[in-house]
């Protein structure tokens, strides 16, 4: 089945400077890579999310990219902010299942 | 406004106990999924439902069992609580896929 990684586990950045978190998938014919921000007892939330045929894909401040070759992809966080601060979940789907990431803890200092 | 709700936010049980946790989705999709999530293992998921009566086992289904007998209901069941089944429990829907999922705000449960 499909198992998705995720990185770092835990990530530290100044308010302002842009922060980097990285997926890898296993199963090729995944064509689904949505990212969920889960603020403190809350429930997640998708925030954007990108299809195989596409490359790339931004929202304002954050932005995701796919390389289905090397099978990952990445969400890029540019100007963040102390809202940001979650923990993020990557993941990937085939159909309507998905498996997800183990989630990355972002703290934005500011 | 799209909505999943779950039973409870906070259930305590002893071991042994059966134990139902309910999820309601108001948007008339066709999957439904119950996920729980512990410290560093992210979501994993339990069971999933494709359609009323119908399910499917996700990566953990030892010690669950599910129930979709309307389309907007999807219920969890521990045949029999133990401690290692101590979590967070989270409930989401989704239409036809693949596609985004909508989550409960989740029951964390204890098990004594």
């Known amino acids: 089945g499909e198992n998705v990684e995720q990185h770092p586990s835990t990530l530290s950045v100044q308010e302002g400077d842009s922060a980097v978190i990285k997926c890898t998938y296993s199963?090729?014919?995944?064509?689904?890579f949505p990212w969920y921000k889960q603020e403190l007892g809350k429930r997640p939330q998708l925030i954007i999310d990108i299809r195989s045929n596409v490359g790339e894909k931004k929202d304002q401040r954050i932005a995701v990219t796919l390389n289905k070759t090397a099978k990952h992809f990445s969400l890029h966080i540019t100007e963040t902010q102390p809202e940001d601060s979650a923990v993020y979940f990557c993941a990937a789907s085939i159909k309507s299942d998905m498996r997800f990431g183990a989630g990355t803890r972002l703290t934005v200092k500011p | 406004d799209v909505k999943v709700t779950q039973s409870s936010r906070y259930l305590v049980k002893r071991t042994g106990e059966k134990v139902f946790l309910e999820c309601v989705q108001d948007m008339d999709h066709e999957n439904m999924f119950w996920y729980r999530q512990d410290p560093g293992l992210g979501l994993r998921l339990i069971y999933f439902s494709y359609d009323v009566k119908m399910k499917e086992k996700g990566d953990i289904p030892e010690g669950y069992s599910v129930s979709r007998e309307k389309k907007e209901r999807f219920s969890l069941i521990l045949e029999s609580a133990s401690t290692n089944q101590t979590s967070m429990y989270l409930c989401?829907?989704?239409?036809?896929?693949?596609?985004?999922?909508?989550f409960g705000p989740g029951t964390r449960l204890t098990v004594l």
């Open positions: 199963d090729s014919a995944s064509n689904y």
């Open positions: 989401a829907s989704s239409s036809q896929g693949p596609t985004g999922q909508f």
